[in-house]
C-alpha cells in the first residue's frame, strides 16, 4: 500500500473519531434529555442512607440528593450500592451521582471526581462496651471490626500505631449493623465507624457501649461523586450544591437530621467550614 493512500486513510479515521467524539452527548445533556437523575445510595447506613419502619429509602444523603434533582428539574431513580459499588457504578455509568458517605481521599480522587464543596465533615470513633477498652492504646492487638470496603481498615491499625507497636487485628464486615452485631456477641473488641453512623446505630444497643477515650479520630468530608472527566455535570452539581448552601435548602436538611430537634441530633458541628482568614465571607464559609 502507498504511503500517501495510509496517510489518507488515517486521516479519515481521526476525522470520524474526532466527530464522534464531538457530537456525543455529554452527561449533563443525556441526564436532561432522560428526565431523570441516577442517584446510588447506601440503604444500611443511619443516619445517611437507611431502609426505615415503612420500607421507605430514607436519611440525610437522600433527602439531599431529592433536594439536587428537584434543583435540576428532574426525577429520581435510586440506585442502591455499597461500599464496594458506590464508586465503581460512577465508573461504568451506571448511576449519575453517588451520594453514600463517601470520605473523600486521595485515592478515590484517582477513581472518580468529586462537586464542590464537600457536603458533610465527619469523624471517626472506635466503639466498645462499656469500661472494657479505656483509651486507644490498649486497642493494641485486639480484633477491631470495620465495614468493608471503609479506609478505617487502614486509618485503624495508624491510629492505633500512634500509641502502641501492638498490632490490632483488623475484620470487615458488610454492614454497620453486622459489625454492631459481632461486638455484641464479642466476637470483636471494638468497631469503628463514622461518628454521626455511630452513635445512631449505638444508641439502638443500650447504654453499656462508649467511644474508647472519648475521641474522635481520622477528621476527614464526604463529598457528591460523579464520574470523571464529565467536567459540565460537575460544574452543574457543584453550583447546584452551592445554591443549596446559599438559599437555605442544605440548612433545612442539616436541622431535620442533626440539629438539636432533629431525628440524629450531633453535639457537633459537621457542616464542612473553610477560615474567614482566607476565604473572607464567600460561599464557602459555613454558617455556625
Known amino acids: 500500500m502507498k504511503r500517501s493512500t495510509v496517510v489518507f486513510m488515517l486521516a479519515v479515521i481521526f476525522l470520524v473519531s474526532f466527530i464522534s467524539?464531538?457530537?456525543g452527548e455529554s452527561l449533563l445533556d443525556e441526564v436532561k434529555k432522560r428526565g431523570v437523575v441516577r442517584i446510588g445510595n447506601g440503604n444500611a447506613t443511619p443516619p445517611m442512607n437507611y431502609i426505615d419502619e415503612k420500607g421507605e429509602w430514607t436519611g440525610f444523603d437522600v433527602d439531599l440528593g431529592s433536594a439536587i434533582a428537584e434543583k435540576l428539574g428532574v426525577k429520581v431513580e435510586r440506585v442502591l450500592v455499597d461500599n464496594k459499588t458506590r464508586i465503581a457504578f460512577l465508573a461504568n455509568r451506571s448511576i449519575d451521582i453517588s451520594l453514600a458517605n463517601i470520605s473523600?481521599?486521595?485515592s478515590r480522587e484517582e477513581q472518580m471526581d468529586y462537586a464542590e464543596p464537600p457536603y458533610f465533615w465527619t469523624g471517626k470513633?472506635?466503639?466498645a462496651k462499656k469500661g472494657k477498652i479505656k483509651s486507644i492504646k490498649d486497642l493494641g492487638g485486639k480484633k477491631i471490626?470495620?465495614?468493608?470496603?471503609?479506609?478505617?481498615f487502614i486509618a485503624a491499625p495508624q491510629e492505633i500505631a500512634k500509641y502502641t507497636d501492638a498490632k490490632p487485628e483488623m475484620l470487615?464486615?458488610?454492614n454497620s449493623a453486622e459489625g454492631f452485631l459481632a461486638?455484641?456477641?464479642?466476637k470483636i473488641d471494638a468497631y469503628s465507624q463514622d461518628a454521626q453512623i455511630m452513635a445512631s446505630v449505638a444508641g439502638t444497643l443500650g447504654e453499656e457501649y462508649e467511644a474508647v477515650?472519648?475521641?474522635?479520630?481520622?477528621?476527614?468530608l464526604y463529598g457528591i461523586g460523579v464520574p470523571e472527566n464529565e467536567s459540565d455535570w460537575r460544574d452543574k452539581i457543584s453550583f447546584t450544591l452551592q445554591d443549596m448552601l446559599k438559599d437555605g435548602t442544605y440548612e433545612k436538611i442539616y436541622q431535620k437530621w442533626f440539629g438539636p430537634k432533629g431525628l440524629s441530633p450531633l453535639p457537633i458541628n459537621a457542616r464542612p467550614r473553610l477560615p474567614k482568614d482566607t476565604y473572607g465571607e464567600m460561599l464557602y464559609v459555613w454558617p455556625d
Not at 145 to 152: F, T
Open 21 to 23: 467524539y464531538a457530537s
Open 104 to 106: 473523600q481521599t486521595r
Open 125 to 127: 470513633i472506635f466503639y
Open 145 to 152: 471490626g470495620v465495614d468493608q470496603g471503609s479506609n478505617a
Open 172 to 174: 470487615s464486615f458488610q
Open 183 to 186: 461486638l455484641k456477641q464479642g
Open 213 to 220: 477515650g472519648g475521641a474522635i479520630w481520622s477528621p476527614g
